[in-house]
């Protein structure tokens, strides 16, 4: 069981952050394990075939199960909506004694594979060549999706904003993962292959990373000098690779017209006009005007996070779609 213990000032600065750095790393788990992670088999099936012949083993040798993990390969992200380079940087930033350190605990009493050694003789030149495999496999892999995966991640971190405004940490803690539990100022958390401890938040808060791919686990950062980090399954994750019902009720059809009609059903989770588009075959032009249309009907809400706008449907629509769902006789 891990421990939170919050101070006076560490709730003030609970903070959430999406990371394509750490959906990067998370991802390779998931080619290695497509039967574990049976909601990723959509995109698992492309992503091993567009990076068969990469060689990912120093990825993979990062991420040793069931032990600690080195923490410099995806630094805790130090904005809302990093980007990819940014975080690049950051890890390269690493000094080479952190980067050391941090490998050699990880294989503390086990053999280190052969394929980390430049990490203790040559930390700097390794992190360069760490990133330029990533470059790599995060352009064959995971860009033309990071839209979608992006706004479904975005999409948690506006519902966790509504959790907090709603309830405050109460509210908030309830609903970030089961074996996440809040009581008397202290964040547990049941983590398997962990020994007890109790870590002393302070000023540097918390910070709270959604994922798509660390699913079902719950992934924690808490070795200085990183900031304290929690990384849990976004909510809607079964949902990703799903294409919406196309068909709605003819009722609702009929009623707001069949394009604005599936344009509803596909809100039932926060998305941008360009994921829409993708997702239902219309240009991103043509969402635009229905989505406008919609919002001055009360049926839609836009929530801009960053330089992206999610749109969710409203609680009228969602009466509006029960009332035209068709009746069991």
């Known amino acids: 069981m891990i421990r939170m213990r919050f101070g006076t000032d560490a709730l003030a ?50 991420q040793p199960r069931d032990v600690y993990t080195p923490d410099f390969v995806h630094p805790p992200p130090s904005s809302p909506l990093a980007e990819l380079e940014d975080e ?32 203790l003789s040559e930390p700097a030149a390794a992190v360069r060549d760490l990133a330029a495999l990533i470059r790599v496999y995060w352009d064959r892999t995971l860009a033309a999706h990071w839209p979608r995966i992006r706004a479904l991640l ?54 709270f990373v959604p994922s798509v791919f660390v699913w079902p686990a719950v992934l924690i950062i808490s070795e200085p000098p990183w900031q304290p980090t929690i990384i849990y399954p976004a909510r809607g994750v079964g949902t990703l690779w799903e294409t919406p019902r196309a ?16 344009i509803l059903l596909a809100l039932g989770a926060p998305r941008s006009t360009t994921d829409l588009a993708n997702t239902l075959g219309i240009s991103a032009g043509g969402i635009s005007q229905h ?36 009746q069991p006789v």
């Open 247 to 262: 068909v709605a009720p003819e009722a609702l059809a009929a009623l707001v017209g069949r394009v604005r009609a599936a």
């Open 154 to 207: 975005e999409g948690d971190v506006l519902y966790r904003a509504r959790q907090i405004a709603d309830g405050g940490a109460q509210r908030l803690f309830a609903d970030i993962d089961p074996t996440v539990g809040w009581a008397d100022d202290v964040l547990s958390i049941d983590k398997a292959n962990c020994a007890d401890e109790t870590i002393e938040l302070d000023e540097r808060g918390l910070l």
């Open 13 to 62: 600065h609970v903070r959430f952050a999406v990371s394509p750095l750490i959906e990067t790393h998370g991802s390779v788990k998931v080619l290695d394990d497509p039967g574990g992670q049976a909601l990723h088999v959509p995109w698992a099936i492309e992503a091993r075939r567009r990076s068969d012949d990469l060689d990912l083993s120093v990825m993979r040798a990062l």
């Open 88 to 119: 690049l940087a950051q890890m390269a930033a690493t000094p080479a004694g952190e980067v050391r350190a941090e490998v050699r605990d990880s294989y503390r009493g086990r053999p280190l594979p052969p394929v980390l050694a430049p990490f």
């Open 291 to 326: 989505l406008a249309i919609l919002r001055d009907a009360g049926l839609v809400h836009g929530h801009r996070t960053g330089r992206v706008v999610l749109y969710l449907r409203s609680p009228a629509a969602e009466n509006l779609l029960a009332a035209a769902a068709p």
